[in-house]
C-alpha cells in the first residue's frame, strides 16, 4: 500500500516509540517517509495533539488535505484535535471507547483505503 504512495504523496509516521526504535521500525518498511515523528522527538504521547501538529507541520500540509491511518481507536481523539480525518485499521475488531471522534472510514483492512485515497 505504501509502495504505490510513496514519491506520489508525502508520507510520514506518528508513533508513541522513542527516537531511535521509531526510526529502526519505519525504516524496515522499505518506505522513505518524508516524517517520522516520535512521542520522544514530539515531547508527547499520542493522543496528545503535538505530535500530530508537528508530523503535519514538517509534511507542510493542512489536516484537511491529509488522511491519518490509525491502527489504534485512541488516535481518533488525537487526530481529531487537529482535524485530521482518519481511516482506522482496525486488525482485530476492537471495541470503540465512550465518547470517540468517528472515524472517516473504519475497516479491518487497508484494501478500502486505496479507492478512499484515489476519490
Known sequence: MLGGLQ????????????????RLAAART???FDTIVTAERAGFY???PRPY???LDELGVRPQDCLFVAGSAYDLY???????????HDRIGMPIPPDTPPPKAHHRSLEPL??????
Request: charged fraction near 20%; hydrophobic fraction near 45%.
Open 46 to 48: 499520542k493522543p496528545h
Open 78 to 88: 488525537g487526530a481529531a484535535a487537529v482535524g485530521l480525518p482518519v481511516y482506522w
Open 7 to 22: 514519491g506520489r504523496i508525502p508520507l510520514g509516521v506518528v508513533t508513541n516509540c522513542a527516537e531511535k526504535l521509531g
Open 30 to 32: 522499505g518506505i522513505a
Open 53 to 55: 501538529r508537528l508530523a
Open 114 to 119: 486505496k479507492e478512499l485515497l484515489n476519490d
